[in-house]
């Protein structure tokens, strides 16, 4: 069974930076994409804790972007071919929102990244995620939409008790 999350992660990265570009050249860009990754790196971990839910993730596909995008304004599915937006159907809207509430609260951040232990995927130190853990001041403009509690809330809030429970009784039994 697949059970590589890179997909998920791939995609809800490059949704959150579409819904909310970087300010700057293409290191902003970088920096800013970065963040997103990491960030929904860390939410997909928590939300996919185990190879089993890992593998029925990618089995039966995360859901796709259309709520997300129905939240923000940002609806424009009709507008691309089907090859512009094959991508959005492995966007996550739970991992979005997760990622979302990490980027807009360090604190939240920060016991998420401690969290990670509990799981079966090996994540790294919490070296590995310093730019949303610890955002120098180029990161923090390079991702100004990105980090903005207000711009962000509506996605943020959309999952947030989930996440907090989880982060509050750890990973669940796998299916």
Known sequence: ???DLTPLIAATARWLTGAYPPSGGALAS???EAQARQAVTVAALLRYPTEIDAGLVTLAGP?????????TGADAAGEDTPE????RTWVDEVVASWAAGLLTDPELAGTAVGALAEGEHTAGPAAGFRRLLDPDDGDRRAAALLRHPDLLAPVADLHRDQLLERLRTGPALAA
């Open 84 to 87: 512009d937006w094959a991508w």
């Open 63 to 71: 859901g796709g972007a259309a709520r997300l995008d129905w939240v």
């Open 30 to 32: 970088a920096l800013c």
């Open 1 to 3: 069974m697949l059970t």
